[in-house]
């Protein structure tokens, strides 16, 4: 009988969410006119006090350290490349991980690397293919998830000392001090774990508890997670629970639960202040066919006891694209035709207001604030809705200022897309290199394949340069510059490239993690294809009007209230963040499919 009325009740929520989505295509449509078609990104946890609080660090598929780049490969586990030399790197060891590589730390001589055991959902039907390189990445001998510890010491021989295994797949982990913490979902349930790495090549759990909901994902302060899911037992609403983790011998506590309007899409979209909980949502209204994107406000100083302090209506009847907190302010981008830039004013957090709003082409799905500069990007209707980033004068909240938009040059109008829009750390934003980093995907219609890169774009005050680009192998999920040399990745290689000329990088090395034929023999190639759903154009039956069914409106498919329906992709895709359930489709000729995933890492 539950089970009837949950069911019921998604159903209901999914078809007023469905409404939702073909009125904003069938607007995106109109508005289209039917044509053809790192490191960088600092965390929104609570900063830290060096004298007082605990040092808050997220997991990653990359981290430098001491020159050496430790990598989480989703198809062949542990890589460590020694890049002490930027302009002749070599892979210095590997270590072979079962299930799909997905984050990892680096805690003294021992990298933690998270797995799961999730490839089944992409990769088809794989042939018979031994290679230990791969460690039995389809089938690892355990389900969920698992907590690998490896001794990195020695560099060419990496050795594995311990593992934990996860019955679920993970939402989202942070290091806070010495203890790792974990949240996740396992069947109708949410599970939250502590785990001491005091000794980091013997983590022991030090604490778990499991109760009723769904984690979707986590935003961690000092002293709490914030564990937030769509709640099943009641339409357009989010679950926030507030999981106590002050104390400092790893034992954590379930404190109170509270339900918010709409959803929330990631851990941008809330954000906790001082005593307050900030959560900007979108809720679509059934019974009056709207669509409310809204601020909430709730005291969290007593964990038992939260109540809410203020509600702020923003817009009505647009889908809400991006959310940035930066103190006692907020950013939150809508769109509908236009991308409405709102600048919030948080400093009374028991009446919050609007403070100013800019009106600009396009929208942006992602926002990083630099001070009195905003850094935004996504797509923009110039030349064909193609990857865009902008740059905004916010000094002045009441009158915030577009200074530049710059697109990828010289690939308008050519199926462009962007691992950035949809996965905040692929994007680098350098304010000390002056730099912006925006990696992109091409599909070539004449050759029916895509081909990657990275475009680099000057940064000042003021203005956004357009520089050169460099070609990769693969979609470049990070970036950065070290040692005056840019290095790039992605899943399948790793390259350094002199850019002492910014309009004519120069490649200097490339290291081949996996090759294409080898992903084809493991039969993992599909996890490959299948990515490409997420950042860059899809074609489904030739499109609309005649033409293909191209960015802009995919992100439309992805990120409006049907993000419940196919949750935007977090770490459940190859070397991307916790937990996703995603629909891929693959292209370019390959033989079509329709993958729907829910997996969290």
Sequence with gaps: MHGSLKGRARWSRRRGQWLSLVSNCALALVGAGCAAFGPGTPPDDEPVDPGVAREIEEADIVKLIDGYFYLSNPYTGLRIIDARD??????AGRRALGGRGVELYVVGDHALVFTAADFAYCAGEPIDFDDPQFGNALDPGYSGSRLWAVNVADKSNPTLTATINFDGFIAGTRRVGEFLYAAGTVGSSTFVVSVDITNPGAPAVVHSMRFTGDADDIHVAQNAIYLFGDDSSLSETTLVTYVDIADTNGMIARRDSFRVPGHVRNRYYLDAYEDTLRIVTEEFRTDTFTQIVALYAYDVSDPDDITRRARLPIVIDESLRSVRFDGTRG?????????PLFVLDLSDPDAPQIAGE???PGFSTHLVPLGDRLIGVGFTPDDGWVPAVS??????????????RVTIRGLADSFVGS???????????????????????????ATGDYADGLQLISMTRDNLILRGQVAHEGIVR?????????WLLSDLAYATIDVANLNMPV??????????????????????????SSGVPLFWGGGFCGAPFAGPFLITLTSLTAVRLIRRRRVAHPSARPQSMRRATHLAGRRQARLTRRTRA
């Design 86 to 91: 930027m302009d002749a790197p070599v892979l």
């Design 331 to 339: 950013y939150a981008v809508t769109f509908f035709q236009v991308d």
């Design 358 to 360: 800019l009106t600009v």
């Design 391 to 404: 740059l905004y004068d916010v000094s002045d909240p009441a009158q915030p200022r577009q200074l530049a």
């Design 419 to 445: 691992e950035a829009t949809v996965d905040e750390k692929a994007l680098g934003v350098l304010p000390d290199a002056g730099l912006v980093l925006l990696p992109y995907a091409h599909f070539d219609r």
């Design 478 to 486: 990070r970036s950065g510059v070290h040692g005056g040399r840019l």
């Design 507 to 532: 490649p200097l090395a490339e290291l081949e993690l996996i090759s294409e034929q080898e992903l084809l023999d493991a039969g993992l190639l599909a996890c490959v294809d299948s990515a490409r």
